[in-house]
């Protein structure tokens, strides 16, 4: 099972560029890695999904470096409705099982 | 398009009484389901996943138990809860690696 690290908790200002981090120090070479957000009182929500170099939609965008040892969510113009939990899970290998750990809460500050 | 529905949505429960929560998966067929723990706190904890009617995976020792009687049908179920058990409850759907997972609504469950 593949492990992410992921920090705890951040605080942010409306219009600023959010950007959260995870660690995949021991992911596999087929694994993509995904990003999840989580409001309050509701299941989480896909929000990108990426394998390597920088995928963008709508409502964020995924940076992976050349290594996949790490991937960075970015979060442009942050509003209050950005305030959430983000995940980057692990993948089961072979089972597409995802592990959700604690994930990291964003809170944006008017 | 594909939706899932979770009920109830909150529930209260004594302790030493059943559970039977529901899942079901509308516009799919042959998903992969699965039933996560979120204790007051803490991260999202896999509690059991399906791949196919009647295939049931635990991940975790607990007293629960998951049944999938029909393609698209995932309950989660207790003989008798513990103040333990209180946590949401979410039921989850994915078909491939590459659709990611659909979460349903969630259950609030509360063990007094």
């Known amino acids: 099972l593949a492990k992410t690290t992921q920090p705890i908790s951040m605080d942010s200002y409306e219009g600023q560029e959010v950007n959260i981090t995870c660690s995949h120090n021991?992911?596999?070479?087929?694994?993509?890695i995904t990003w999840y957000q989580q409001f309050p009182s509701q299941g989480p929500r896909f929000i990108i999904q990426?394998?390597?170099t920088k995928v963008t939609n709508e409502v964020a965008s995924l940076f992976i470096p050349a290594d996949r040892k790490s991937s960075t969510l970015s979060l442009p113009r942050v509003s209050l409705s950005d305030t959430a939990v983000y995940y980057c899970?692990?993948?089961?290998?072979?089972?597409?099982?995802?592990?959700f750990g604690k994930g990291n809460q964003v809170v944006v500050i008017p | 398009s594909q939706t899932i529905h979770q009920w109830p949505a909150t529930l209260v429960q004594p302790v030493g009484s059943p559970l039977s929560l529901e899942c079901t998966v509308e516009?799919?067929?042959?998903?992969?389901l699965y039933w996560y723990r979120q204790a007051a706190g803490r991260g999202l904890q896999l509690l059991f996943y399906?791949?196919?009617?009647?295939?049931i995976s635990s991940e975790v020792p607990q007293n629960l138990s998951a049944s999938r009687p029909q393609d698209r049908q995932f309950i989660l179920s207790s003989k008798k809860l513990l103040l333990s058990d209180s946590g949401f409850y979410l039921c989850?759907?994915?078909?491939?690696?590459?659709?990611?997972?659909?979460f349903g609504s969630g259950t609030r469950l509360t063990v007094v």
């Open positions: 516009g799919t067929s042959n998903p992969n």
């Open positions: 899970p692990d993948e089961c290998h072979g089972n597409n099982r995802l592990a």
């Open positions: 989850a759907w994915s078909v491939n690696r590459e659709s990611g997972y659909t």
């Open positions: 990426g394998y390597k």
């Open positions: 021991n992911i596999a070479t087929n694994d993509y």
């Open positions: 399906s791949v196919g009617i009647g295939q």
